[in-house]
């Protein structure tokens, strides 16, 4: 616990106090849930819908705390699944829903991004399995799959663990993106849901490497992108 309250306070997302530690709000909204759920939207739509349609009923799912994984959350729900997440949206798109279980990990709240974090966080997902994790990162290459919050990384890598199935929502602008921090080589990726602008040759080397790569079909929009 120690190792990670020096890392998150290195990385100026926590600070210590006597006692304790707080969570040190961005000076920002760039990274706020609700300011990154306005990027690629129509994209995000499309690539929620064709990821909801890989999960069968009454799976149990592990959802992330990202912006396109709350859009797959929000095709999930005739599916009756179980769900297990750190996403505080994702938990209340499912507040009142009678078909869906939710399990809700534990962790300190962090505001800005919608999402438990901390190593109560990473312990809850370590001891969890589940039939399928569908998650998100800042960028994948033919390196593999890297994300750049330091806040995050350490529960996804327990996510990973946690189930035989992994499934990455990724827009176009996340291929060829590397991040700060490796989350997993491609070994660990089962599926990968994009949208119709991801590059070809990236698309092309990921197959070739054994990934299956499902092109989401565009989705109409009424206007551009924010």
């Known amino acids: 616990v120690r190792r990670d309250l020096t890392t998150l306070e290195a990385s100026g997302n926590l600070k210590r106090t006597h006692g304790g530690a707080r969570i ?3 000076k920002t909204d760039e ?15 499309a690539i929620g819908k064709a990821c909801a349609e890989l999960i069968g009923g009454n799976q149990s799912v592990i959802l992330d ?3 396109t994984v709350y859009h797959v959350a929000r095709y999930l729900e005739e599916k009756a699944p179980q769900i297990v997440t750190n996403s505080l949206p994702v938990a209340n ?6 078909k869906v279980e939710v399990i809700l990990a534990g962790g300190v709240i962090y505001p800005r991004l919608g999402v438990l974090v901390g ?3 990473v312990e809850a997902f370590s001891k969890m399995r589940a039939d399928v994790a569908i998650m998100s990162a800042g960028g994948i290459t033919l390196e593999g799959v890297t994300n750049s919050h330091a806040l995050l990384i350490d529960i996804q ?4 663990k946690a189930a035989p199935t992994i499934i990455f929502c990724l827009y176009h602008s996340k291929f060829g993106r590397q991040s700060v921090s490796p989350l997993c080589g491609l ?18 080397g990921l ?7 499902i092109v989401a079909p565009a989705a109409p929009t009424n206007g551009a992108e924010k």
């Open 24 to 26: 040190v709000a961005p």
């Open 31 to 45: 990274f706020t849930f609700s300011a990154r759920d306005t990027h690629q939207l129509s994209e995000k739509e």
């Open 65 to 67: 705390a990202g912006t």
């Open 93 to 98: 798109l499912f507040a009142s829903a009678n």
């Open 119 to 121: 190593p109560m966080t």
């Open 157 to 160: 890598r327990a996510m990973l």
């Open 187 to 204: 070994d660990m990726v089962d599926t990968i849901v994009t949208d119709s602008q991801a590059p070809q040759d990236l698309v092309a």
């Open 207 to 213: 197959r070739e490497r054994g990934v299956e790569v």
